[in-house]
């Protein structure tokens, strides 16, 4: 069963009414997402031992999410890339860091950080995924120094330099990634560092797919992943733009990840990987491309 565009959702909140179509496009395609599953999708079809504890009761329609989350096969692979992340937030979060998890869709990047002390504020413009996001940081332990807030990307309502740290997975292809990166910049504090993690465009089978699933994205989102001259536009807010590459080669595993064989394949597969994307020349066929930042800068004309 599908979800039901008219099923009662949470309302807007003030100042969101006269969004433009794109915005209000990604609320509702969010909104269907939240309403399936609840937790992390990056941990929802993989080799069992690296699923989710208790995914049946995150998965609240399975037939709808057989559907919606189709792609979800691939994210099996990625498990070199997210000790990328977490290994980076791990050295940068702790007790009094105050971490922005920016687009938290269902929250689990700032729950991790709240589970390293970290004070957390998570935003995202879908209710939804709010109204999870908050249910499972509460589910965590972590809720009294864990908040997610419904809050447009682009417009954030933060003073000046108030985040140590950032975070986000797969939001930047859902904004316009220059207006998002000067509210970025403006929000961390001076030597505040981000890490992004984003999907890439370059790859023309990988792109393809995306183009002939046009009901897992908006068209927005299919239009706007990111190439390697996205770090550019990042450039003109931040003084150190740092990129690195994954996943090619290991795509090979996805049809292995229920069998025995997906370990010890992804492990050989990510060795080739590491050797094949090293360069940017290559590295950017690749599918995920992990983005550090650092030194923010000012808005050219925020003082103009």
Not at 209 to 218: D, E, S
Not at 258 to 281: I, W
Request: glycine content about 8%; proline content about 5%.
């Amino acid at each position: 069963m599908k979800p039901n565009k008219a099923d009662s959702h949470p309302a807007l909140p003030p100042g969101f009414e006269n969004l433009e179509q794109r915005k209000l496009d990604e609320i509702e395609h969010s909104r269907v997402r939240r309403q399936i599953l609840q937790g992390s999708e990056r941990r929802a079809d993989t080799n069992t031992a690296e699923q989710a504890e208790g995914l049946e009761s995150l998965i609240r329609d399975k037939e709808a999410f057989d559907h919606h989350f189709s792609n979800i096969k691939f994210y099996s692979i990625t498990r070199e890339s997210d000790e990328y992340q977490m290994e980076w937030m791990r050295r940068r979060c702790g007790p009094g860091i105050k971490v922005l998890d920016f687009a938290c869709g269902s929250g689990e990047n700032g729950i991790a950080a709240a589970e390293w002390g970290s004070d957390v504020v998570g935003i995202d413009i879908s209710p939804e995924g709010i109204k999870n996001a908050n249910q499972n940081a509460s589910q965590a332990g972590v809720g009294e120094h864990c908040r997610f807030e419904v809050m447009d990307g682009e417009s954030m309502v933060f003073d000046d330099a108030t985040f140590d740290v950032a975070v986000e997975y797969g939001a930047l292809h859902h904004v316009e990634l220059d207006a998002a990166a000067a509210e970025l910049a403006r929000v961390l504090k001076p030597g505040g560092e981000m890490i992004c993690i984003e999907a890439l465009r370059h790859n023309p089978l990988i792109h393809r797919y995306r183009k002939r699933t046009p009901h897992l994205r908006t068209p927005w989102e299919v239009d706007h992943i990111l190439g390697v001259e996205s770090l550019d536009v990042l450039g003109r807010h931040f003084g150190r733009v740092d990129a690195r590459f994954f996943h090619l080669a290991a795509i090979a595993a996805v049809p292995f990840r229920k069998t025995p064989l997906f370990g010890p394949l992804r492990a050989v597969l990510n060795s080739v990987d590491r050797l094949l994307l090293s360069s940017q020349a290559i590295g950017k066929y690749a599918w995920i491309m992990a983005i550090t930042l650092g030194d923010p800068r000012p808005s050219p004309w925020e003082n103009a």
